[in-house]
């Protein structure tokens, strides 16, 4: 009895979580966009975990024959280079899959660091407010000031050409849309009568912030997360494009595309496929981000 007992309270206590990813799915699933571009970002996820057993060759393994055109485009074209090859003889398919990680681990560790510094800081001022949010507020003025892109060119020359300081100036970049989210949020939350319960019952102002404030503001936040992780994949790609990122023979699309546009008029396949990667991906995880938008605003939710 006792058993079944415990076992009645432990799925009384899932099933207002259960209820609350059902409801959550519920709005979700009725954008058809958002959903499908949720299959293609898990597609796109599994490929870049599974890279070592999908790609048909190294990613620098390197050919006799360079600039092959991809065998459906000409009759007679060689089948072992679906893709085709690119001016050194490397199979463009392959580097497109091995690709996939460099990109996909930029908008994690871009996203990531980003998310982090902005809710901190974006906590403390929106929380305590005073000369302290004013600085803060006057800093992030300046750097959304600049063009991001601009801005990112100029934290990377001061740091040096590589992926990791790429990561690092596009981080930089985003911060501010974090902090000003986080301190909106919390400005808004402070003054509602649930903290100055849990305020008059003396609670410190660290749980306050952290345990009674904050996971009542993170629905921007999340929305925000995943805009920024295609933004941060097309930054990466701008930067490895102009030398300034990912440095070669690493296979990111960026890096791709700028060792083959002076290829772009004879060989056209060099320069459409990594393209077509970015595109495609940084489309999927903008429609994610849509249908996120979507299912957590209360004022888009239907009765």
């Given at each position: 009895?006792?058993?079944?007992?415990?076992?009645?309270?432990?799925l009384?206590?899932?099933?207002p979580?259960?209820?609350?990813?059902?409801?959550?799915?519920?709005?979700?699933s009725?954008?058809?966009?958002?959903?499908?571009?949720?299959?293609?970002?898990?597609?796109?996820c599994?490929?870049?975990?599974?890279?070592n057993?999908?790609?048909?060759?190294?990613a620098s393994?390197?050919?006799?024959d360079?600039l092959?055109?991809?065998?459906?485009?000409?009759?007679?074209?060689?089948?072992?280079?679906?893709?085709g090859?690119d001016?050194v003889?490397r199979?463009?398919?392959?580097?497109?899959?091995?690709?996939s990680?460099?990109?996909?681990?930029?908008?994690?560790?871009?996203?990531?660091?980003?998310?982090?510094?902005?809710?901190?800081?974006?906590?403390?001022?929106?929380?305590?407010?005073?000369?302290?949010?004013?600085l803060?507020m006057?800093?992030?003025?300046i750097?959304?000031?600049?063009?991001?892109?601009l801005?990112a060119?100029?934290?990377?020359?001061i740091?040096?050409?590589?992926?990791?300081?790429?990561?690092?100036?596009?981080?930089?970049?985003?911060?501010?849309?974090?902090?000003?989210?986080?301190r909106?949020?919390?400005?808004?939350?402070?003054?509602?009568?649930?903290v100055?319960?849990?305020?008059?019952?003396g609670?410190?102002?660290l749980?306050?912030?952290?345990?009674?404030?904050?996971?009542?503001?993170l629905?921007?936040?999340?929305?925000q997360?995943?805009?920024?992780?295609?933004?941060?994949?097309?930054?990466a790609?701008?930067?490895?494009?102009?030398?300034?990122g990912?440095?070669?023979?690493?296979?990111?699309?960026g890096?791709?595309l700028?060792e083959?546009?002076?290829?772009i008029?004879?060989?056209?396949?060099?320069?459409?496929?990594?393209?077509?990667?970015?595109?495609?991906?940084?489309?999927?995880?903008?429609?994610?981000?849509?249908?996120?938008?979507?299912?957590?605003?209360?004022?888009?939710?239907?009765?």
């Amino acid at each position: 009895m006792s058993r079944m007992e415990a076992e009645t309270q432990e799925l009384a206590a899932e099933s207002p979580r259960m209820a609350m990813l059902r409801e959550f799915w519920a709005y979700f699933s009725e954008n058809r966009g958002a959903v499908i571009g949720l299959v293609v970002f898990v597609v796109i996820c599994l490929v870049a975990i599974f890279a070592n057993v999908i790609a048909p060759h190294s990613a620098s393994m390197q050919f006799r024959d360079s600039l092959l055109v991809p065998p459906v485009w000409q009759e007679g074209g060689s089948w072992q280079f679906i893709l085709g090859t690119d001016p050194v003889g490397r199979d463009i398919l392959s580097r497109l899959i091995y690709g996939s990680r460099f990109s996909l681990f930029v908008g994690c560790v871009v996203v990531a660091g980003a998310l982090v510094v902005g809710i901190i800081v974006g906590l403390l001022a929106g929380f305590f407010g005073g000369w302290f949010d004013t600085l803060v507020m006057r800093v992030m003025d300046i750097i959304l000031a600049f063009p991001s892109l601009l801005l990112a060119l100029a934290l990377v020359a001061i740091l040096g050409p590589s992926l990791t300081n790429a990561m690092i100036a596009i981080a930089i970049v985003q911060q501010p849309h974090y902090v000003r989210l986080t301190r909106a949020a919390v400005m808004a939350e402070k003054q509602r009568d649930y903290v100055t319960a849990a305020r008059v019952v003396g609670a410190s102002p660290l749980r306050l912030m952290v345990v009674t404030i904050l996971p009542n503001s993170l629905s921007p936040l999340i929305v925000q997360a995943a805009l920024s992780f295609s933004n941060a994949i097309l930054d990466a790609a701008a930067l490895g494009f102009l030398g300034m990122g990912a440095q070669p023979p690493t296979p990111e699309w960026g890096t791709m595309l700028a060792e083959a546009r002076e290829f772009i008029l004879r060989a056209w396949w060099v320069v459409t496929f990594p393209g077509l990667a970015i595109l495609v991906t940084v489309l999927a995880i903008n429609l994610v981000g849509d249908g996120l938008r979507d299912a957590l605003d209360p004022k888009l939710k239907r009765s």
